[in-house]
Antibody
Framework: QVQLVESGGGVVQPGGSLRLSCAAS????????MHWVRQAPGKGLEWVAV????????YYADSVKGRFTISRDNVNSRLYLEMNSLRVDDTALYYC?????????????WGQGTLVTVPS | SYVLTQAPSVSVAPRQTATITCGGD??????VHWYQQKPGQAPMVVVY???ARPSGIPERFSGSNSGNTAILTISRVEAGDEADYYC?????FGGGTKLTVL
């Protein structure tokens, strides 16, 4: 069955960096776009970034543009989010989510998330 | 950037009908997706492309979309439907609506 398992979260000081990973299994990873979506404690969902099936198209929320980089390894079925210049308001649970199709759109499977904390 | 507006909360008695709205400029021309999120769990899609239901989602969940408002309707509400509901258009999420079953 489809599984998405995020890792790499933790506590990082403002201005620091972190790399999140999402291990995918149970489906052909290279056939799907992938999202990163975050949720601050007690808040709603915020889309972060999307990468198309082949990695050639990437889009970012304005709030992370220039600081975060999404990438993927289709050989090893992994999705990544490189986060630099982290800020207090980047504190959130970060989900990876599979796009129903090859590019972008609604997400049909979600991981359980990995928590990133940037203390003030 | 595109903005989606949801009421923060909706309350409904069991077996009644819940209506959750998502407002956006000319949203009727866009595809809207709806997610349910229960406490401590990841979101799960309940309606996609305005009206379609994934397998396993009860027929009690239905969607519509026209003009400046998309609607998620939950008929015959059950206690287990209590959750946060989010609409999505492209890469934008609404602020979420907390559904309380009285």
């Amino acid at each position: 069955q489809v599984q998405l398992v995020e890792s790499g979260g933790g506590v990082v000081q403002p201005g620091g960096s972190l790399r999140l990973s999402c291990a995918a299994s149970g489906f052909r990873f290279s056939d799907h776009g992938m999202h990163w979506v975050r949720q601050a404690p007690g808040k709603g969902l915020e889309w972060v970034a999307v990468i198309w099936y082949d990695g050639n198209n990437k889009y970012y929320a304005d709030s992370v543009k220039g600081r975060f980089t999404i990438s993927r390894d289709n050989v090893n079925s992994r999705l990544y989010l490189e986060m630099n210049s982290l800020r207090v308001d980047d504190t959130a649970l970060y989900y990876c989510a599979r796009v129903r199709g090859i590019s972008t759109g609604w997400a049909d499977y979600w991981g359980q998330g990995t928590l990133v904390t940037v203390p003030s | 950037s595109y903005v989606l507006t949801q009421a923060p909360s909706v309350s409904v008695a069991p077996r009644q009908t819940a209506t959750i709205t998502c407002g956006g400029d000319d949203i009727g021309r866009k595809s809207v997706h709806w997610y349910q999120q229960k406490p401590g769990q990841a979101p799960m899609v309940v309606v996609y492309d305005d009206t379609a239901r994934p397998s396993g989602i009860p027929e009690r969940f239905s969607g519509s979309n026209s003009g400046n408002t998309a609607i998620l309707t939950i008929s015959r509400v059950e206690a287990g439907d209590e959750a946060d509901y989010y609409c999505q258009v492209q890469e934008v999420f609404g602020g979420g609506t907390k559904l309380t079953v009285l």
